[in-house]
Nanobody, 116 residues
Framework: QVQLVESGGDLVQVGGSLKLSCAASRSIYNIGAMGWYRQAPGKQRELVAGVTRSGSTVYADSVKDRFTISRDNAKNTVFLQMNTLKPEDTAVYYC??????????WGHGTPVTVSS
């Protein structure tokens, strides 16, 4: 089973930027489309952004024009560049496959806290 390790989360002020990374233990090209998800305290996990093998992307309305997802298939890594951060972006961020049938066990995630 693929293992996913997220990193890059931190405490940042409103308007700041962070870049998250997700390292996979096996080929993400074989997995297919990958996504970043987040779970805020007391809320359900939600999809933030997705990227296909070829680089096509999709974003939640709440992060459109602020976040950029990308992937490096050769390094089995998925990235999430987050700009103009808002307090409502505070959450634990996870990566996994977009397709439910291809999802592996969730990693520990990486916490992002945006302070006002």
């Amino acid at each position: 089973q693929v293992q996913l390790v997220e990193s890059g989360g931190d405490l940042v002020q409103v308007g700041g930027s962070l870049k998250l990374s997700c390292a996979a233990s096996r080929s993400i090209y074989n997995i297919g489309a990958m996504g970043w998800y987040r779970q805020a305290p007391g809320k359900q996990r939600e999809l933030v952004a997705g990227v296909t093998r070829s680089g096509s992307t999709v974003y939640a309305d709440s992060v459109k024009d602020r976040f950029t997802i990308s992937r490096d298939n050769a390094k089995n890594t998925v990235f999430l560049q987050m700009n103009t951060l808002k307090p409502e972006d505070t959450a634990v961020y996870y990566c996994n496959a977009l397709a439910p049938e291809k999802q592996t066990s969730w990693g520990h995630g990486t916490p992002v806290t945006v302070s006002s």
